[in-house]
């Protein structure tokens, strides 16, 4: 399913609405307020002002990273998607407003940004290599084509078709074009949103162009900086490009390197290409690209990038808790790409990774209020530390108001305001269900319309239903997921069971069968209390264990369990007991059990002496890793030690 | 005991004459080709050149650190104390020569300092802060006390005194003299030195100026900022100057900040001082720093700064292994302060880890062969990781060559070949013997001679036999250390047991007799191999335990044991098997058990899945931490997984 028919999904799950309503009412309005510099201690963006700028209705100077634009952008999708689920005549008043600005600041060419207008006029594609140009382009598409699935009007949607037929002159294999492409990529798989929503085959064309491209020799990153005369690099970046994901040609690819965000932006485009084009050459470097990243590379949280450091992966197997990046943005680029491997083939480890990101590193970017944000995700805080040391600088111990770069608040807007995009889609031979996120759904299957109505507790509980309304009786597949962490899943279609082993192909069950209104889908998918071990590679796990319930990771945080959370251990026999908690951060299941701590009490002043290992019995208290830091600030850990027994 | 003494201690130590040795025949050597600019591949050092051009004996520029001058008074106090155990008329004649040039160098008020000389002349004293202008002063004038003890001769030592005459003019309380001090302490520890080999008292007087300056508001460094009209600061200096140990007055402080090095050097004068001039205040500031650093701060090698930023202390039990930065320098100013610690106090805590630096965190900084250096000595090593993590890069996974910044290996090399000086002390009571290396001293004792002949096969073994030999009969005291890691120190004297906690004092046995030629002290120190645990605050090491036997810290090498380390665990009931290797590293003692490794044979492909934890029979193999590093490279580490039996 794509955000065309996310207008066929409506969404009334507890976890997920509340955090809907959140975006609507408090992350929409603030990120408005952000945008026209009315946040208090906050660095101002300037970003709607370097628009007036470019369309003349303001004297004043650029202000801002050069792609200040993509916030606007941004916003106006994440508010596209809202208008779907809730309508709302003065929010897209404004939208228009906005929508009609950006058009004042479009050039008579098509082209649009306000970098190059207000600030380096006449330098414009000079400098792909650094400065966004393209990623702001991609973001205008983006948004533009979200607006148009929401409101019917063409005029942004007409804005951007303008912009993109614009680039499509000066990119290209011609003499007089360029064979180049941006440094952070997005113009691609925005370009293929544009193809859907306008069904013109040259934004397909465009976009398979930056992909082919990508990293071929003489290197196009080269031969621009030769252009102007320009021998730097930023500390970051690598002479080889890898920082870019421009080190090979894609299809060479099997290592996922460099800036994480950038990365998932272009696997997505590539998995999204090779399904449309059948290349299947691209389909396989996805297929190594993604075992290297999901087998290799990811954190349990389905965060990615493990270094500051070009905010970039690093090498297999290196995984460290607590100097970690796992940008919220690069999870959400995970969620993105994981959902576009499943237009490609149908097999859960995508559904099972869109899942662990979309449920613990991508919301764990939010405050339960909507009003604070973490960039950095890390797995284990020590707040100290953090505070004192340069390697740790970039692991904020609480949540911010607003970053300088602000990225993730809107990515992550976006991203909730549109998850029913991922819970469904409709396919020639049926539909699938790839998420258990309660909501009603309308989908065309087989030429006639299917109702699809979902509920339950999850992620809290594993019991689903599932109500199949076809407007008339009729043959066609119902598939569902079968989640990976599942031991025991059962299903019942009217009460009568299916045996899950005989129609089960790559971890989506398939039910095949003649569907009549209101037939009933029962999935139960017990929720067992798991200690979850690393691969033994990742040295930084050794000897410790992670725990999960269902697709959520727990932590521990100081709040529950006191100081110098290293000090706790637990076994595989540490008996777990669950139970929600209405008042606890919104409502959440709790893991507690009797654990292991070290005893400290007569420990003395030395600061090494003769092991003497004494731990005494103690009770622990877990609660779900994407809600840490909403408390008290203080501690947190993912991975405790292991006590083996 | 103090160099002045050293020349009555000669070491014939199995373990230290043959580091000696190489100091003498490979490093002194190899050192006067790198300040030659005559090592291929290396960095020029351009060290002697400059002095050549400050003497208006060579046309050029200067070149290298603004403290390269440093490097040359380091090589010359190594050759000193090298000429003091192994005579050599040719070194002493090259010596001769530098010295002659560095006299021809010094102007004609008596400043001396080639960078100020050469590249910017009418600038002295306008930037304490960050020049290192009388920390090369320091150093000149250890060199110049160390080769004056070592020949007699007085040449190098009157150019040093007419610099100190000129530095106390420009310093001091008066109206026209600067209130300042040293962004790099070094100066403060050298007058002292300048004062025992003179006699003079204004040299003491000029140290303790600097001491008591350090910190007063409003800040040195902030006036003499503003009077260069310069508001910068290094990124990793601090607004508060804690970089520098200038936050605050020194009585006043209490836990150990910023620039390790600079901080030993600095609590290494104020032991002194406290000592010569039974300051309390001076005396407390000192033991609470002591306190912090040894028992909040310091890793189980006796290597001390956390981090690379500011090459710095951080906070209390912050002890990375794999991200420290652990100076070799820092840790062989650390045997500095816990000598003069001792001459403030016998204590055996400062002998304890005056000898635990000794044999782990400093020596770790050279090969066997003299002729590659570590100047960050870090506790665990993962080399993929340090080659792809830019928070790792200044871990370097093999010794190099030389540095452009070559402060530790000629520090290394004045360290051995001055190890002697800290063998024994003679004072009004009695003798101590602060450590066991075998060895021929003669001192003075109560108004007569007496030698202490000193065996053992120490650090190997702990079986000690001391002859006392008085020029006549006598009474005094004899008191020796008895390390706080023996557990079962046995000791006789002419083969009777003496009752040690009957003459036991602050961790020293006082002998307290009527000595005659030839009396002999046996002492016993079973060396047990001990699994040692860090304080629980220590999250770094939570469930870890090292190695350790007699004072030795011993580690795991890939060579040894395979690749990730981190897959091995042992027990409180691992038993082990000492050997000892003579064909191996130079001859070592070996630990080899029977411990425990996490299964991974039948791993797959997944990145994580449920806890089951399977290990298997294995046998672990460790080496001395100092040693690490000298065969294939790899991966090592100290701290290992304790599995809780």
């Known amino acids: 399913m794509n955000n065309q028919q996310l207008k066929h999904v409506r969404i009334n799950d507890r976890f997920w609405r509340t955090r809907m309503d959140v975006i609507r009412d408090v992350v929409i309005p603030y990120q408005w307020d952000a945008l026209n510099d009315r946040i208090q201690d906050a660095a101002p963006s300037h970003a709607i002002e370097n628009f007036r700028i470019a369309a003349g209705e303001a004297a004043g100077e650029f202000h801002g990273a050069v792609f200040q634009d993509s916030d606007v952008a941004k916003w106006l999708e994440a508010v596209a998607y809202s208008l779907i689920t809730d309508p709302n005549p003065e929010l897209e008043h404004l939208a228009d407003e906005v929508i009609e600005l950006i058009g004042r600041a479009q050039q008579a060419d098509g082209y649009l940004n306000t970098y190059y207008t207000v600030k380096e006029p006449g330098k414009r594609f000079t400098n792909l290599r650094d400065n966004h140009e393209l990623y702001c382009a991609g973001h205008m598409i983006e948004a533009a084509v979200a607006y148009f699935y929401a409101t019917g009007k063409r005029r942004f949607l007409d804005i951007v078709c303008r912009f993109a037929d614009y680039i499509d002159t000066v990119f290209g294999p011609g003499e007089h074009q360029i064979q180049g492409y941006d440094g952070h990529q997005e113009i691609e798989l925005a370009l293929i949103k544009l193809y859907h929503a306008t069904n013109e085959a040259k934004y397909l064309k465009l976009s398979q162009f930056f992909i082919d491209e990508r990293g071929k020799q003489p290197h196009f990153f080269e031969r621009e900086a030769a252009n102007r005369g320009d021998d730097s690099l930023a500390p970051w970046v690598d002479p080889h490009y890898q920082y870019h994901q421009a080190h090979l040609p894609v299809r060479e690819q099997d290592k996922a390197m460099g800036h994480a965000v950038r990365a998932m932006y272009m696997y997505t485009a590539m998995a999204q290409l090779a399904s449309l084009t059948k290349d299947q050459a691209l389909a396989e470097a996805c297929r190594r690209l993604w075992d290297n990243v999901t087998q290799r590379q990811m954190y349990i949280t389905g965060g990615i990038g493990s270094q500051e450091c070009g905010e ?275 409502g959440v299941a709790v893991i507690t059990g009797m654990a292991e701590r070290v005893d400290t009490a007569d420990w003395g002043d030395e600061l090494y002496k003769p092991a003497s290992s004494r731990t005494v019995p103690a009770r622990l208290k877990a609660v779900p890793y994407h809600l840490w830091g909403n408390r008290e600030p203080g501690e947190m850990v993912v991975w405790i030690r292991e006590k083996h027994s």
């Open 312 to 586: 970039s992966f690093t090498f297999d197997f290196d995984l460290p808790g607590d100097t970690s990046y796992t940008e919220t943005c690069a999870s959400i680029g995970l969620v993105f790409w994981a959902h576009s491997m499943l237009q490609l083939e149908k097999d859960r480890a995508y559904g099972d990774v869109m899942e662990r990101a979309l449920y613990n590193g991508t919301i764990s970017g939010m405050d339960l209020e909507g009003k604070k944000f973490f960039y950095v995700n890390p797995l284990e805080v020590w707040p100290q530390s953090c505070e004192n040391r340069k390697d740790k600088q970039h692991v904020k111990t609480v949540r911010q108001k607003w970053f300088s770069c602000a990225c993730c608040p809107p990515n992550l807007a976006r991203l909730t305001a549109s998850v029913g995009q991922y819970v469904y889609s409709a396919e020639d031979e049926g539909v699938y269900v790839h998420l258990y996120i309660s909501s009603e759904a309308e989908m065309e299957v087989g030429g006639q319309k299917v109702k699809l109505s979902q509920t339950s507790e999850y992620p809290w509980e594993g019991d689903i239903t599932l109500t199949v309304t076809p407007e008339q009786e009729a043959n066609f597949t119902v598939a569902l997921r079968i989640p990976g962490w599942c031991r025991q899943p059962r299903l019942t279609v009217n009460d009568q069971t299916v045996d899950l082993d005989a129609f089960m192909k790559k971890g989506y069950v398939y039910l095949d069968r003649n569907w009549s209104k209101g037939d009933r889908i029962h999935l139960s998918l017990p929720m067992e209390v798991e200690l979850i071990q690393s691969h033994p590679s990742v040295r930084e796990n050794s000897g410790k264990l992670a725990i999960q319930r269902g697709p959520i990771v727990y932590c521990l945080e100081e709040v529950d369990n006191g100081s110098n959370l290293q000090a706790w251990m637990v076994s595989i026999d540490t008996p777990f007991t669950v139970q929600f908690e209405d008042d606890l951060l919104g």
